[in-house]
């Protein structure tokens, strides 16, 4: 199965590797790095990705959307939103990390499903898309094709729960034991939720 990574300028560096490191270590698992301009593409904090210009999304493929600074301009770019939701319908599964959700809710596609997003920027990913079932206290929410993912760190929780559901417990805690990594089991337990007042 192919992974689809899709970049932008100013995306959360953490937000992409975070779960890639997981998700690469998944039998069949390909990775691809992708953005709408198959340019070279910078993170918020100046790491930089050489991509390949996605047009359509294979058939059986996971896309993995990313948050960060620069979503904040891309929900008002409607030739990216529209572009987004050709490739979410032609998903079999779709992730988003952090802010990465509001992207997802701008197209429209997660309008009566429930959804999580960073809880620092909770009330601004709800402006986005009132039609989405925002949950407040979710580490990562799954609901059909779609994961979404609290803020940042949360993404490898969530690629974890990912790929416990599809591939197995066994191998999620093998790689969560192989990176030394405190996997968060449960996706209802969110402690961030009540710093930030939820």
């Given at each position: ?138 580490r990562w929410v799954k609901d059909g094709k ?53």
């Amino acid at each position: 199965m192919n992974l689809f990574c899709l970049l932008f300028d100013d995306y959360e560096t953490l937000d992409l590797m975070g779960p890639v490191e997981f998700l690469a270590r998944a039998p069949g698992i390909n990775l691809n790095f992708v953005s709408f301009n198959g340019k070279a593409i910078k993170s918020k904090q100046g790491f930089e990705i050489k991509t390949k210009k996605l047009v359509t999304l294979p058939k059986n493929s996971i896309l993995l959307v990313p948050g960060g600074q620069g979503t904040r301009i891309l929900v008002k770019d409607n030739e990216f939103i529209s572009h987004l939701k050709e490739c979410v319908l032609a998903s079999n599964f779709c992730l988003s990390v952090c802010t990465g959700s509001a992207l997802l809710a701008r197209t429209g596609v997660l309008d009566g499903l429930k959804a999580t997003s960073n809880k620092k920027s909770f009330e601004w990913v709800k402006q986005c898309r009132d039609a989405v079932k925002w949950q407040s206290h979710a580490r990562w929410v799954k609901d059909g094709k779609f994961y979404t993912a609290s803020g940042v760190a949360a993404g490898m929780d969530m690629a974890l729960g990912f790929i416990s559901d599809h591939f197995g417990k066994e191998l999620a805690q093998n790689i969560a034991n192989e990176t030394e990594y405190n996997w968060q089991k449960s996706a209802k337990i969110d402690k961030f939720a009540k710093i930030y007042g939820y």
